[in-house]
């Protein structure tokens, strides 16, 4: 699972000392795995649980989106942060915090296609809000 998402990741983005931190440490599987699992629980929540025909305007999904956004890139930059403090490694080196936020700008691009893609996928199911956000 490493092996697939490290190429996927290192498609857009690829540092060779924070890439290979990256991916001997494991952590491309397990941000992959919440870079899918984020998109698709807000998606779900959405369309299917929060399902309410007040939420069928463009705005609300708008929402969802930015805040699908926002936890992905929280989430990824947390646990790159995390791992370079586990291996103590210096927090105060500037280029692994530029290299943590261009990595989790990356998570971002990959969580709203995500979103997107699941949007397509269940809105199908959705009683009220079928017909957001096209």
């Given at each position: 699972m490493n092996d697939l998402f490290a190429m996927i990741y290192e498609w857009?983005?690829?540092?060779?000392?924070?890439?290979?931190?990256?991916?001997?440490?494991?952590?491309?599987?397990?941000?992959g795995i919440f870079t899918i699992l984020i998109p698709l629980i807000i998606v779900v929540l959405y369309y299917l649980t929060m399902n309410h025909p007040r939420l069928n305007r463009?705005?609300?999904?708008?929402?969802?989106?930015v805040f699908n956004a926002l936890l992905s890139f929280f989430t990824s930059f947390t646990l790159v942060t995390f791992l370079i403090a586990s291996l103590n490694m210096e927090?105060?080196?500037?280029?692994?915090?530029?290299?943590?936020?261009?990595?989790?700008?990356?998570?971002?691009?990959?969580?709203?296609?995500?979103?997107?893609?699941?949007s397509l996928l269940?809105?199908?199911?959705?009683?009220n809000c079928s017909k957001t956000p096209f």
């Open positions: 857009l983005y690829y540092e060779p000392e924070f890439s290979s931190l990256m991916y001997t440490n494991g952590l491309y599987g397990l941000l463009k705005k609300h999904w708008a929402i969802a989106l927090d105060s080196d500037t280029s692994y915090v530029i290299q943590s936020i261009e990595f989790s700008l990356v998570s971002i691009l990959y969580a709203v296609i995500l979103f997107v893609i699941f269940i809105k199908p199911f959705s009683t």
